[in-house]
């Protein structure tokens, strides 16, 4: 059984400070990761994806992945009051074959003004 | 995204009725995902169809639930005799190539056994 697990939270920050949300997976031969974004009451938003090790930036949000550690984390900089959200994360199979993800619980954050 | 189209968006249902949910995936997506998320948990994969197959469906669970993805039309999810353990979101996602994980999620279709 695949596990990824994630703090539950609630994380919250001040506006403008980075928020850190962490991801941690049991299958070592997972090969993609994903963040998606899942506010209230509606369906789950891709914010990035990362395949290899080290760091990937898109805009405020950086994506870090240690496939040694099995750990991959989102930061979120100069966070913002919509960025109030559950965030997902999400591993595929080994061999990505079959397009499966696996999901944790995911992390709600909150930012206040 | 609100390419993949999911029908109803609510839907009520007594204790031992059938529930019907629809999905057309994106223009140009051939491959289609269901997800289920209880309340208070993460989503879980159900199935995985292309047209007119069913890739994987580890997630289903083994009675009750089925799905097909015909020629023509949406991907449908069935589920008969409903109990209030069913009472969640469904989701589908779609995409372009298959192992292509970089599916789109449509709105959901959030179930209630009454």
């Known amino acids: 059984q695949k596990e990824v697990e994630q703090n539950s939270g609630p994380l919250s920050v001040p506006e403008g400070a980075i928020a850190s949300l962490n991801c941690t997976y049991s299958?070592?031969?997972?090969?993609?990761f994903f963040w998606y974004r899942q506010y209230s009451g509606k369906s789950p938003e891709l914010i990035m994806f990362i395949y290899s090790n080290g760091d990937k930036e898109d805009g405020r949000f950086t994506a870090q992945l240690n496939k040694a550690s099995q750990y991959v984390s989102l930061l979120i900089r100069d966070s913002q009051p919509s960025d109030s959200a559950t965030y997902l994360c999400?591993?595929?199979?080994?061999?990505?074959?079959?397009?499966?993800?696996?999901f944790g619980r995911g992390t709600q954050l909150t930012v206040w003004p | 995204n609100a390419g993949v189209m999911q029908n109803p968006r609510h839907l009520v249902r007594r204790r031992g009725q059938e529930a019907r949910l629809r999905c057309s995936p994106m223009k140009g997506h051939s491959h289609v995902y269901w997800y289920r998320q209880l309340p208070e948990e993460g989503l879980k994969f159900m199935v995985y169809l292309q047209k007119e197959n069913i890739i994987d469906e580890s997630g289903m669970p083994k009675e009750r639930f089925s799905a097909e993805f015909p020629k023509e039309g949406p991907s449908i999810l069935r589920i008969q005799q409903v109990v209030r353990g069913d009472s969640a979101a469904y989701f589908c996602a779609s995409s372009q190539v298959q192992g292509n994980t970089e599916a789109f999620f449509g709105q959901g279709t959030r179930l209630t056994v009454v």
């Open positions: 299958d070592r031969g997972s090969q993609s």
């Open positions: 999400a591993v595929t199979d080994r061999g990505s074959t079959l397009g499966r993800l696996y």
